[in-house]
């Protein structure tokens, strides 16, 4: 039988068990640490954000990043619908409702659609912006890099300042990308917008086990952040709290996990860049099957990679593929369901959605962890040759 070739899993080469043994042999476990304040500095090093205050996880990042904003019930906040969920609930933790936006060719939200809903969906009155439809105010908008790919948001940007839309960026999947066109050159995805935040998982690129990482470029939401993620201390010695704050501080040895895997991020970027253009060059040429592009307007993490399916010309659809690859020990993965259709969210506004259906229905994730070997793809390649009917 043989070995079972895994979607994505971490690569810990590094100086990680150094790093987490003095963490040990010092005692320094939770969340004070060298370790926390070096993983907020290289990030600020690597991104050139201003201000960087680690959390436990991304999710966690999300919510935070909406209640600094000031997102509060009766609110409705504009998403992507095919995205992984957690930004969503984000939204609905502050007790405010999305608004579902489609997708363009790169999985990222549609920004022409998301303009085009902005310029006649909403009103701007009084200085914010109000869905002409529900009556309610719009303060935010979270745009996702999925996959790596940087969102194509240039002309969104500017329209949403107009419009005094604040712009979250759930840059989860894309610590490392950055765009290399103006107006945007040499900014990383999680810089542009007012907030950005990352997610260090045991799927990402690079992990702390589990962790995350809000950035700003405004002091003041800086400030908030790191107030409201460590229980909102008014006074630290007599315990003052005058505000609700949350438990959401990255521990020391998380984070010296995150420090030795982000020495490694652009030998780790390098090496799926690689990978990515050893598929693509043979997947391209199976009859039916191609390898998505990611932006030209972007250097990308190429964190996952997305195959697409002609189901006429391949003969096997997305279920049918997944299935034959699993037969042969190989993983892979759908896209995420879209938001707009799961349960809670059956209800809330969705706007034009079309390619995202495409999208899900067409795209398979394939093997892609760091130290995948060139004959494990060599070997995914090969079954995607003998899966064709
Ligand atoms: C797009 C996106 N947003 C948010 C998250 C949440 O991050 P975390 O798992 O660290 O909470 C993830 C991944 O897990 C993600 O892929």
Same mark, same amino acid.
């Given at each position: 039988?043989?070995?079972f070739?895994?979607?994505s899993?971490?690569?810990?080469?590094?100086?990680?068990?150094?790093?987490?043994?003095?963490?040990?042999?010092?005692?320094?476990?939770?969340?004070?640490?060298?370790?926390v304040?070096?993983?907020e500095?290289?990030?600020?090093?690597?991104?050139?954000a201003?201000?960087?205050? #680690?959390?436990?996880?991304?999710? %966690?990042?999300?919510? /935070?990043?909406? =209640? /600094?904003?000031?997102?509060?019930?009766d609110?409705?906040?504009?998403?992507?619908?095919?995205?992984?969920? *957690?930004?969503?609930?984000?939204?609905?933790?502050?007790?405010?409702?999305?608004?579902?936006?489609?997708?363009?060719?790169?999985?990222?939200?549609?920004?022409?659609?998301?303009?085009?809903?902005?310029?006649?969906?909403?009103?701007?009155?009084?200085g #914010? *912006?109000?869905?002409k439809r529900s009556?309610?105010?719009?303060? %935010?908008? /979270?745009?996702?890099?999925?996959f790596?790919?940087?969102v194509?948001?240039?002309?969104?940007?500017?329209?949403?300042?107009?419009?005094?839309?604040r712009?979250?960026?759930?840059?989860?999947?894309?610590?490392?990308?950055?765009?290399?066109?103006?107006?945007?050159?040499? =900014?990383?995805?999680?810089?542009?917008?007012?907030?950005?935040? @990352?997610?260090?998982?045991?799927?990402?690129?690079?992990?702390?086990?589990?962790?995350?990482?809000?950035?700003?470029?405004?002091?003041?939401y800086?400030?908030?952040?790191?107030?409201?993620?460590?229980?909102?201390?008014?006074?630290?010695?007599?315990?003052?709290?005058?505000?609700?704050?949350?438990?959401?501080?990255?521990t020391?040895?998380?984070? %010296?996990?995150?420090?030795?895997q982000?020495?490694?991020l652009q030998?780790?970027? $390098?090496?799926?860049?690689?990978?990515?253009?050893? @598929?693509?060059?043979?997947?391209?040429?199976?009859?039916?099957l191609?390898l998505?592009?990611?932006?030209?307007?972007?250097?990308? !993490?190429?964190?996952? @990679?997305?195959?697409?399916?002609?189901?006429?010309?391949?003969?096997?659809?997305?279920?049918?593929?997944?299935k034959f690859?699993?037969?042969?020990?190989?993983?892979?993965?759908?896209?995420?369901?879209?938001?707009?259709?799961?349960?809670?969210?059956?209800?809330?506004q969705?706007?034009?959605?079309?390619? %995202?259906y495409?999208?899900?229905?067409? $795209?398979? !994730?394939?093997?892609? *962890?760091?130290?995948?070997?060139?004959?494990?793809?060599?070997r995914?390649?090969?079954?995607?040759?003998?899966? =064709?009917?």
């Amino acid at each position: 039988m043989s070995e079972f070739i895994p979607l994505s899993v971490p690569s810990l080469q590094g100086n990680e068990w150094q790093y987490i043994k003095e963490c040990l042999d010092t005692e320094w476990v939770s969340t004070a640490g060298k370790y926390v304040d070096k993983f907020e500095n290289s990030i600020c090093d690597l991104t050139q954000a201003k201000y960087a205050v #680690a959390c436990v996880n991304g999710t %966690a990042a999300l919510h /935070i990043a909406l =209640k /600094i904003i000031g997102v509060t019930s009766d609110d409705e906040v504009i998403v992507p619908t095919l995205t992984f969920i *957690s930004p969503i609930n984000a939204v609905k933790y502050v007790n405010a409702s999305p608004i579902f936006m489609d997708c363009d060719e790169y999985y990222t939200i549609d920004c022409e659609k998301t303009i085009e809903f902005i310029l006649t969906e909403t009103e701007f009155k009084n200085g #914010a *912006s109000y869905n002409k439809r529900s009556g309610k105010r719009i303060p %935010a908008i /979270i745009i996702v890099h999925v996959f790596g790919n940087a969102v194509n948001v240039f002309e969104l940007l500017s329209i949403c300042r107009e419009r005094n839309i604040r712009v979250v960026e759930d840059s989860a999947e894309s610590i490392g990308s950055y765009y290399i066109q103006e107006p945007l050159l040499n =900014k990383y995805t999680g810089t542009i917008g007012d907030i950005g935040c @990352y997610s260090f998982n045991g799927n990402k690129i690079i992990t702390c086990g589990g962790g995350g990482m809000i950035v700003t470029n405004d002091e003041e939401y800086g400030r908030k952040a790191r107030y409201l993620t460590t229980q909102a201390k008014d006074d630290e010695v007599r315990y003052i709290h005058h505000e609700v704050g949350y438990n959401y501080r990255l521990t020391n040895i998380q984070a %010296a996990l995150g420090v030795a895997q982000l020495e490694q991020l652009q030998k780790y970027i $390098t090496i799926k860049k690689t990978n990515y253009l050893l @598929y693509k060059n043979q997947i391209d040429n199976i009859e039916g099957l191609s390898l998505a592009e990611v932006p030209q307007f972007a250097n990308s !993490n190429y964190w996952l @990679y997305c195959l697409r399916i002609d189901q006429e010309e391949y003969g096997k659809n997305r279920e049918e593929l997944l299935k034959f690859l699993l037969e042969n020990q190989i993983q892979s993965r759908p896209v995420w369901y879209l938001n707009h259709m799961q349960r809670p969210y059956q209800k809330c506004q969705n706007y034009k959605i079309e390619q %995202a259906y495409i999208q899900l229905e067409r $795209t398979l !994730n394939i093997p892609c *962890s760091v130290n995948i070997t060139s004959r494990q793809i060599e070997r995914v390649i090969e079954v995607l040759q003998n899966g =064709k009917k």
